[in-house]
T-cell receptor
Framework: DGGITQSPKYLFRKEGQNVTLSCEQN?????MYWYRQDPGQGLRLIYY???????QKGDIAEGYSVSREKKESFPLTVTSAQKNPTAFYLC????????????FGSGTRLTVV | QQQVKQSPQSLIVQKGGISIINCAYE??????FPWYQQFPGKGPALLIA?????SEKKEGRFTISFNKSAKQFSLHIMDSQPGDSATYFC????????????FGKGTHLIIQP
């Protein structure tokens, strides 16, 4: 079945550590996105990528970094510069042409301990 | 600046009733308006979407009403069921949506048996 796989489902980080969240899709979608979700907030865009080896900052990119070396993969690194990293992180993808539908993964819950 | 405002924040509806969630947007360049349904611990799933060239779209028990002049759109859930209990997000995008969706803050819907 085609879809988006995010791993791990739960992640704990000590203060001052960098952590990397994985996102893989087998939908042959061109574009991939990372969103952050906090209680009572909507989803806020962190980074997105429309093609391999290219990506753009979203609304809340500070303290995060990404790479897009393969079409299928779009990992997100939460760096120690992110002051409040505890959140639910969602990865999404879509085709660039035609239908505008976004497909979301099941998310990674990151907790700073 | 919040570009998509969603209300109410929470909603309780009796089984069989009509659930109504409203959104207002500011950016007149938005040209795609989807609604997403999210269950706890899961990623959002596309429910229904509309473009500004139509005023209403219906899929099963779910209807989007769109008022371009007022810059408002709403989701109506007819014959609401306990299984509809979830968080609902409205969203908007422009220019093909390649640069991401802008989300409302969500509505926590509870359908009472």
């Amino acid at each position: 079945d085609g879809g988006i796989t995010q791993s791990p489902k739960y992640l704990f980080r000590k203060e001052g550590q960098n952590v990397t969240l994985s996102c893989e899709q087998n939908l042959n979608h061109d574009a991939m996105y990372w969103y952050r979700q906090d209680p009572g907030q909507g989803l806020r865009l962190i980074y997105y990528s429309q093609i391999v080896n290219d990506f753009q900052k979203g609304d809340i990119a500070e303290g995060y970094s990404v790479s897009r070396e393969k079409k299928e993969s779009f990992p997100l690194t939460v760096t120690s510069a992110q002051k409040n990293p505890t959140a639910f992180y969602l990865c999404a993808s879509r085709r660039l042409q035609g239908n505008y539908g976004y497909t979301f993964g099941s998310g990674t819950r990151l907790t700073v301990v | 600046q919040q570009q998509v405002k969603q209300s109410p924040q929470s909603l309780i509806v009796q089984k069989g009733g009509i659930s109504i969630i409203n959104c207002a947007y500011e950016n007149t360049a938005f040209d795609y308006f989807p609604w997403y349904q999210q269950f706890p611990g899961k990623g959002p799933a596309l429910l229904i979407a509309i473009r500004p060239d139509v005023s209403e779209k219906k899929e099963g028990r779910f209807t989007i009403s769109f008022n371009k002049s007022a810059k408002q759109f709403s989701l109506h859930i007819m014959d609401s069921q306990p299984g509809d209990s979830a968080t609902y997000f409205c969203a908007a995008s422009k220019g093909g949506g390649a640069d991401g969706l802008t989300f409302g803050k969500g509505t926590h819907l509870i359908i009472q048996p």
